[in-house]
């Protein structure tokens, strides 16, 4: 069975920078609703689109098509007095905009003089990254499935 619109596939992948450095690895296999269901990066979607089981599919990506380019707006300082007293470099913090009501989120990179600087940059932003997936599995979505937009059972949603 090929993999196509409605298809959910069972994957292993790996995740390597451009220097060929692993920086992720599934530990199970992931499972998504192939489609455009926004459940996956749309270039290794589309890598995979038609492909069927035992293939493995090479993808490199610049960072527009993988993470997003490094946008320098978006990394702030502010006061140290303005965080909790336990703050750690690495630490996560979700912001709300009270206008539009998105949610960010911003990971402390740095400490220095009373002066906390934050980054709300995908921490792999700015990067080229290429990603192998190897299938292992392909089947038809089901009716509710499709509906919901996501794979259901083992490795799915479950609710
Ligand atoms: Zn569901």
């Known amino acids: ?37 926004d459940n ?25 098509e993988a993470f997003g380019e490094f946008d320098p707006s978006l990394v702030h300082e502010e006061d140290v007095g303005l965080f909790p007293p336990d703050l750690e470099v690495g630490m996560m913090f979700e912001t709300r905009d009270p206008e539009t ?23 792999l932003a700015g990067m080229s990254v290429r990603f192998d997936a190897e299938i292992l599995e392909v089947r038809a979505a089901t009716e509710e499935e499709i509906a919901h937009g996501h794979v259901h059972g083992e490795h799915g949603h479950h609710h």
Request: hydrophobic share 40%.
């Open 101 to 123: 009501d998105e949610t960010a989120q911003y990971r402390v990179t740095a400490i220095d003089a009373g002066m906390v600087t934050v980054d709300g940059n995908h921490p």
């Open 1 to 37: 069975m090929q993999i196509s619109k409605n298809s959910v596939v069972t994957l292993n992948y790996t995740m390597f920078d451009d220097q060929g450095a692993v920086i992720d690895k599934n530990h199970h296999p992931i499972v998504y609703l192939h489609g455009g269901y």
């Open 40 to 64: 996956i990066l749309p270039a290794v979607e589309a890598a995979l689109d038609g492909q069927v089981v035992g293939q493995v599919v090479s993808v490199s990506m610049g960072p527009d």
